[in-house]
């Protein structure tokens, strides 16, 4: 990963170290796939940390959950790599369990994982048993089984904050449907687990981010769906109302602090769209 990737965001100043002093935030998906940008899951781990957070960053791929920790402990950031599988439960305890005992605490549970053309997704005609199984099992249950663990934990503190990651994919006319349905899976997830959990102090939100240009949205569609990384880029980029330009992973990262931060400790529940407005060209 070049150091453009991470030095290339706007916002870097108007961070005040303070926000999320002293939490402990775990990142399910804080690495990233390869690519010339920055992914969501990197993004929110380092402004996460920005603003005082203490972040473990769980990945599957070590060498990119590992990145993540050594940026945020090079801009001098408290965080540490968690590598496994989270569509395994007994990674996902681990993961817990392995936050507690190292701080203590679990403040803020931060769910990014998914997946979608890169494993295979494809039109409800045409789709697999088993492809559509596997990415329902990282894009949702992975995300299930975080809450479960997180909660008890969280409930016991009286406070806790959950943000999960979505996608406008849910609501437009997205053809492929294993992304859709899971992703549709983790709007209803979160309206559950905030509803059930708000007596305890709990909040729990939902980010719908529309076009981001982001690794998994960008290079892995490269060659797949036969165009290259500039025509993907702009085709992307026309379905932008405000500026007719694609977000960045930062866009979405400072939605997230936002949310886990005591500026929205009267927000539970809420889909938050991050698309420049596309959303609103529904039908």
Same mark, same amino acid.
């Given at each position: 990963? &070049?150091?453009?990737?991470? %030095?290339?965001?706007?916002?870097?100043?108007?961070?005040?170290?303070?926000?999320?002093?002293?939490?402990?935030?775990?990142?399910?998906?804080? /690495?990233?796939?390869?690519?010339?940008?920055? /992914?969501? /899951?990197? $993004?929110?781990?380092?402004?996460?940390?920005?603003?005082?957070?203490?972040?473990?960053?769980?990945?599957?791929?070590?060498?990119?959950?590992?990145? !993540? #920790?050594? !940026?945020?402990?090079?801009? =001098?950031?408290?965080?540490?790599?968690?590598?496994?599988?989270?569509?395994?439960?007994?990674?996902?305890?681990? +993961?817990?369990?392995?936050? *507690?005992?190292?701080?203590? $605490?679990?403040?803020?549970?931060?769910?990014? @994982?998914?997946?979608?053309?890169? /494993?295979?997704?494809?039109?409800?005609?045409?789709?697999?048993?088993?492809? +559509?199984?596997?990415?329902?099992?990282?894009?949702?249950?992975?995300?299930?089984?975080?809450?479960?663990?997180?909660?008890?934990?969280?409930? #016991?503190?009286? &406070?806790?904050?959950?943000?999960?990651?979505? &996608?406008? #994919?849910?609501?437009?006319?997205?053809?492929?449907?294993?992304?859709?349905?899971?992703?549709?899976?983790?709007?209803?997830?979160?309206?559950?687990?905030?509803?059930?959990?708000?007596?305890? =102090?709990?909040?729990?939100?939902?980010? @719908?981010?529309?076009?981001?240009?982001?690794?998994?949205?960008?290079?892995?569609?490269?060659?797949?769906?036969?165009?290259?990384?500039?025509?993907?880029?702009?085709?992307?980029?026309?379905?932008?109302?405000? =500026?007719?330009? *694609?977000?960045?992973?930062? %866009?979405?990262?400072?939605? #997230?602090?936002?949310?886990?931060? %005591?500026? $929205?400790? +009267?927000? &539970?529940?809420?889909?938050?769209?991050? %698309?420049?407005?596309?959303?609103?060209?529904?039908?």
């Amino acid at each position: 990963m &070049s150091i453009e990737a991470t %030095d290339n965001d706007p916002s870097r100043a108007m961070w005040s170290g303070e926000r999320l002093r002293d939490r402990v935030a775990i990142v399910v998906g804080g /690495g990233q796939t390869p690519g010339l940008t920055i /992914g969501n /899951g990197k $993004a929110t781990s380092i402004l996460y940390a920005r603003e005082g957070a203490r972040v473990l960053v769980v990945d599957v791929d070590a060498r990119a959950a590992d990145d !993540t #920790a050594a !940026t945020i402990v090079t801009e =001098g950031g408290v965080a540490l790599p968690f590598v496994g599988d989270v569509t395994d439960e007994a990674v996902v305890m681990g +993961f817990i369990a392995h936050a *507690m005992e190292r701080w203590g $605490a679990i403040d803020i549970l931060h769910n990014n @994982v998914g997946i979608g053309l890169a /494993g295979g997704d494809a039109p409800v005609t045409e789709i697999e048993g088993d492809v +559509f199984d596997r990415i329902m099992s990282v894009n949702l249950k992975s995300m299930i089984l975080s809450c479960k663990h997180a909660i008890p934990h969280m409930r #016991a503190q009286g &406070s806790g904050v959950i943000t999960n990651i979505s &996608s406008f #994919a849910a609501y437009s006319n997205y053809p492929y449907i294993s992304y859709k349905t899971s992703k549709a899976g983790v709007i209803a997830l979160t309206q559950n687990v905030a509803i059930v959990n708000a007596e305890y =102090g709990i909040r729990a939100n939902v980010i @719908v981010p529309g076009m981001i240009n982001t690794p998994m949205a960008i290079d892995a569609r490269v060659g797949v769906i036969g165009a290259t990384r500039d025509e993907v880029i702009a085709t992307r980029d026309r379905q932008v109302p405000l =500026g007719k330009k *694609m977000g960045t992973a930062w %866009d979405v990262a400072n939605a #997230a602090v936002f949310l886990a931060s %005591d500026e $929205a400790g +009267f927000i &539970s529940g809420v889909s938050l769209p991050v %698309d420049g407005a596309q959303s609103l060209r529904i039908g």
